[in-house]
C-alpha cells in the first residue's frame, strides 16, 4: 500500500504527528511519505508561510490570537473562506505529484491540505481515501468547509462541538492525536534517564515551549531555578528558538541545563518527573501518552487555549494564570507523588496512546488500494 502524508510547516505538531503515521506504515511494510505540501510549490513558498506563521506566534501571540477569532467569525458567515481559496491554488501541484507517484491514501494532519484536496473534489478530480487528522482539541475555524472521507478526532466528547461546526458525525473517528511509538514505549524512567546520562537520584523538570520554544520563559525558568532544592534540576528545551538558546546559554542559571532543538523528545519525557509546555496539542498529548505529569503554561490564544481547557477539565495537567502561580503549583506537584500519580492515572484512561496504530488499521480496512487517477481536464478548466 502506497500512503501519501501531507503537512506543513507551520508550528512541529502538524509534523510530528504526520511522522507518528509514516512511522507505522513503514513499520508494517507499506510505502509512505510524508510531505510538507508547501514544497510542491517551491520551497521559497514553504519558508515563507512557515517563517510568518512562527514569527507571528513568538512576537505577537496576541495577533494570532485575534485572527483566529476573526477565522471564528469568518467560518460563521462565509461558505468558504479565502483560506480555502488560497489553498486551491496548490491543487495544480498536488495533481502533478499524484500523476507522477499515485497514492492509496491521503492522509492530512493539517487544514491546509484538506482544504486543497477539498478543491480537488468539487473539480471532479478522483482521489483516493482522504483521511483529515485534527491536531488540537478543538474544532479550529475551517474544518466544516473541508470535505475528507474522514476525520481522525482528538476525543469522542468533542464530536458534539464539530458536529455543531457542520462536519458530519458519520465521518469522525475517535482515535486520537497520534504521536511515536516511543513515547508510548515500556522503557523505564532509569533506562531514559541512563540513555539522557542523567542522574538516577535527582528529580528533573522538563520546560518546553515547543518547537518554537514560544512563551515567557526566561521568567519562568529563573523563577524555578531559584525555587528548586539542590536536588531537584531544571532541563530547558528551546526547540528552534536560537535568542533563547543563547540567552540562558550565557545566563548559566543554577541547576538549569539548556538544549536546543532535540530529536529525542520522548526520552526526555520519559526520564524527568514533571513537564511544563505550553498547551500544544501535539506536545500535551506526547506529554500525557509519555505518563509524564503536566504543568501547562500561558497558551498562545485560540486552539492552545481550548486545549488547556479539555486537558484541565479533565484532570490530565496543572495550570495557573500567572508566572508565579505555575512555579508555585509545580514545585508542589514535583514533591507530591500521590497527585502526580492521579494525574498520570487519568492520562491513560482519558489520552489513546495507540491512535497512530488505530488510524493506520482505518486505512487499511477503507482503502481500495486502487491507484489514484487524476482527471487533468478538470483542473485546467
Known amino acids: 500500500m502506497r500512503v501519501l502524508i501531507l503537512s506543513c510547516n507551520t508550528g512541529g505538531g502538524h509534523n510530528a504527528a504526520g511522522r507518528a503515521v509514516e ?25 515563507t508561510v512557515g ?58 494532519p493539517h487544514l491546509y491540505p484538506a482544504e ?14 482522504t483521511v483529515a487528522v485534527m491536531t488540537d482539541y478543538t474544532c479550529i475555524p475551517f474544518w466544516e468547509e473541508t470535505n ?27 482515535f486520537g492525536i497520534p504521536v511515536s511509538s516511543v513515547c508510548g514505549s515500556g522503557i523505564k524512567k532509569s533506562e531514559a534517564r ?29 523563577k524555578l531555578s531559584a525555587s528548586a532544592d539542590k536536588n531537584e534540576k531544571i532541563i530547558l528545551i528551546c526547540g528552534n528558538n536560537r535568542k533563547l538558546y543563547s540567552r540562558f546559554k550565557k545566563a548559566s542559571l543554577r541547576g538549569v541545563t539548556v538544549k536546543g532543538h532535540v530529536n529525542n523528545m520522548p526520552l526526555y519525557l520519559r ?24 504543568v501547562h503554561t500561558s497558551p498562545i490564544p485560540g486552539c492552545e487555549t481550548k486545549n488547556r ?19 508555585k503549583k509545580g514545585m ?11 494525574i498520570v492515572r487519568r492520562q491513560k484512561e482519558v489520552i489513546n496512546k495507540n491512535s497512530a496504530r488505530d488510524i493506520y488499521n482505518f486505512v487499511i480496512e477503507n482503502s481500495c488500494c486502487s491507484n489514484t487517477e487524476i482527471n487533468i481536464k478538470s483542473l485546467n478548466k
Open 116 to 129: 486543497t484536496i477539498t478543491y480537488m473534489k468539487r473539480r471532479g478530480v478522483k482521489l483516493p481515501l
Open 194 to 222: 541512563a540513555q539522557l546520562g542523567l542522574d538516577e537520584g535527582m528529580k528533573y523538570i522538563l520546560v518546553s515551549g515547543g518547537s518554537m520554544g514560544a512563551g515567557n520563559i526566561w521568567r519562568l525558568v529563573n
Open 51 to 108: 517563517n510568518f506563521y512562527v514569527e507571528t506566534v513568538k512576537t505577537a501571540p496576541g495577533v494570532f490570537g485575534a485572527v483566529y477569532q476573526l477565522g471564528m467569525l469568518v467560518s460563521r458567515i462565509c461558505k468558504r473562506s479565502p483560506v480555502y481559496y488560497v489553498n486551491a491554488i496548490m491543487a495544480k501541484y498536488i495533481k502533478a505529484y499524484l500523476k507522477e507517484n499515485p497514492a492509496d491514501a491521503i492522509i492530512m
Open 148 to 174: 475528507c472521507d474522514y476525520y481522525i478526532t482528538p476525543h469522542k466528547s468533542l464530536h458534539e462541538e464539530i458536529i455543531k461546526r457542520g462536519l458530519p458525525e458519520e465521518k469522525l473517528k475517535p
Open 23 to 47: 512511522e507505522v506504515f513503514k513499520d508494517n511494510g507499506h510505502e509512505a511519505k510524508m510531505l510538507d505540501y508547501l514544497c510542491l510549490a517551491g520551497d521559497k513558498v514553504s519558508k
Open 332 to 342: 508542589e506537584l514535583l514533591r507530591d507523588s500521590e497527585r502526580c500519580s492521579e
Open 309 to 327: 481547557k479539555f486537558f484541565k477539565e479533565n484532570g490530565l495537567c496543572i495550570t495557573a494564570h500567572t508566572v508565579d502561580g505555575m512555579v
Open 271 to 294: 526520564a524527568c518527573d514533571i513537564i511544563y509546555t505550553k498547551p500544544g496539542g501535539l506536545t500535551s498529548t506526547e506529554a500525557a501518552v509519555s505518563g509524564i505529569p503536566i
